[in-house]
């Protein structure tokens, strides 16, 4: 975790967007000496910030690194409680481990866990999630919603959309979402959720939300026998795309609908997620642990039940199942 | 007894359904659905007998339950008798570890390895039974009681209703 005056000092930059500070200022605030200004400066220039440095004018952040380090994510974040608290290493087991593990200590809502690598990153049913250093975004998020149990589903269909919204804020890419949450880009996979829930029967202690996001990555970087069907944002973008930008983009648009929801229920994100499905009206095949399911998706139900309609004429409602488009 | 959101699931899988009218009986509960479609007139009705051995159970009100997801059944109507307590008394002894959500029931974390527990395992309160998912929900579920497992009643790969029984455990 970063040091309380290091946060203070980001969020000083922040506020000034782009310019300048005096050095006497940032003292006066922050309560340190001028050459304790310095060196928290000469720290930031460190980790890979640029900083303009001009007489009598001050400090100012030209360009943030692309690093995720709490620094990065909260220079400029404009969210009120989602990663206003962030866990930060370098390398990590699983993201998903640590949440779990903070919010069984008691870690408050909106806290996010974000790493460089994963070694043992996880996806459906502890199938790997192939996700290499500095490549792309691996992050777990910890909500604590005042919601019944068997309403959590409808949170990783908000997920989905504000992820969506994100990467098309900040890349200008238009992301597809297969039910329930994957995100499809150009009809490749670019980002998997992955939702745990700490509850007891009728209570929520927290929903622990994990998503995967295949940013900067070239095609060689992916495992051979999934090239064919994962895709990074860059290469489907053609640039390079700075993670920080998209965590921020991605925070702001979850509270966004994250406060939605809890005022409005589930209908306003049912809308978007509609918005951005793929499937809906086409044919799909619906596996299912026992079963495969033939028809074509309807859209889903005011809980976000799949609804697929076999050549039969019948209705099958989904809760759980991977579709094959 | 039924609880509300088990009554409100139920209107659902009915309203979603093709079934017309929907009688359910069970140790003096009673539920009775139509659908707006069919001749009978249009309502709701569930009664409740409340079998409770020990203490008396607390009054209920007649609730009239707002529906909004639910269009085609339009109230809900809550009644519950009280009724002499002669009725069965529930002998087992046993704990119903129940579903909290409707989903995919998985013994085991991943398909190659060995399930969470089987029957004669020793459970804790916080000991893990199985997964339940829902839409890549995950949802682990712990025993909430100190015991012994002595039945596993669905099979992996099931789909499991809310409120659904689980395991039965013996407590300790």
Same mark, same amino acid.
């Not at chain 1, 005042?146 to 409808?154: E, F, L, R, T």
């Given at each position: 975790m970063q040091s309380e005056t290091r946060r203070k000092l980001l969020e000083l930059f922040s506020q000034a967007k782009g310019d300048f500070i005096s050095g006497q200022k940032i003292s006066e605030i922050l309560g340190c000496s001028r050459t304790a200004v310095w060196k928290h400066i000469e720290d930031l220039r460190k980790e890979g910030f640029e900083l303009e440095a001009v007489r009598r004018l001050g400090y100012r952040i030209t360009k943030a690194p692309d690093k995720i380090t709490a620094n990065e994510i909260q220079f400029g974040l404009q969210t009120e409680? !989602?990663?206003r608290h962030i866990y930060y290493e370098e390398e990590v087991t699983s993201t998903q481990k640590i949440a779990h593990k903070l919010a069984y200590e008691g870690a408050p809502e909106g806290t996010l866990v974000v790493a460089e690598l994963q070694t043992t990153g996880r996806g @459906? !049913?502890? @199938?790997t999630w192939f996700s290499p250093k500095g490549t792309g975004i691996w992050m777990s998020l910890i909500l604590r919603p005042?919601?019944?149990?068997?309403?959590?589903?409808?949170l990783t269909l908000l997920a989905a959309v504000a992820v969506a919204q994100g990467i098309q804020e900040v890349t200008g890419l238009f992301p597809d979402i297969k039910w329930p949450n994957d995100i499809l880009i150009n009809g490749k996979k670019a980002v998997g959720i992955l939702t745990e829930l700490q509850a007891e029967s009728e209570r929520i202690h927290s929903v622990i939300i994990g998503i995967g996001i295949n940013v900067n990555q070239e095609i060689e970087q992916f495992p051979e026998e999934i090239q064919r069907i994962a895709t990074s944002l860059s290469l489907e973008k053609g640039e390079k795309i700075n993670r920080a930008e998209l965590i921020k983009a991605i925070l702001l648009k979850f509270e966004t609908l994250y406060r939605q929801y809890l005022q409005h229920g589930f209908l306003p994100i049912k809308l978007l997620w509609e918005g951005y499905s793929v499937s809906i009206g086409k044919e799909i095949i619906a596996h299912t642990p026992n079963d495969s399911i033939k028809g074509k998706a309807l859209g889903i139900t005011d809980e976000g039940v799949l609804m697929l309609e076999a050549a039969d004429g019948v209705i099958h409602y989904i809760h759980s199942a991977d579709i094959e488009l | 007894m039924l609880k509300i959101q088990e009554i409100r699931e139920l209107i659902r899988l009915i309203d979603q359904s093709s079934i017309e009218e929907f009688v359910y009986e069970n140790e003096g509960t009673k539920v009775h659905m139509k659908k707006p479609g069919s001749n009978i007139p249009l309502e709701t009705v569930v009664k409740q007998t409340v079998v409770e051995p020990t203490a008396p159970a607390p009054k209920q009100e007649p609730v009239v339950q707002p529906t909004p997801a639910q269009p085609a059944v339009q109230a809900v109507e809550v009644k519950q008798e009280e009724k002499p307590k002669q009725e069965a008394v529930n002998t087992e002894n046993l704990h119903k570890i129940t579903s909290p959500m409707v989903g995919t029931f998985y013994? *085991?974390? *991943?398909?190659d390895a060995p399930p969470y527990v089987k029957v004669g395992d020793k459970v804790k309160t916080d000991t893990v039974v199985c997964i339940v998912e829902a839409m890549k929900l995950f949802n682990e579920i712990e025993a909430e009681v100190n015991g012994e497992i002595v039945e596993v009643l669905v099979k992996n790969g099931e789909l499991v209703e809310y409120g659904q029984p689980l395991f039965l455990v013996k407590p300790e």
């Open positions: 409680v !989602l990663g @459906r !049913l502890d @199938r005042a919601i019944p149990p068997q309403k959590a589903p409808q | 013994a *085991s974390p *991943s398909p």
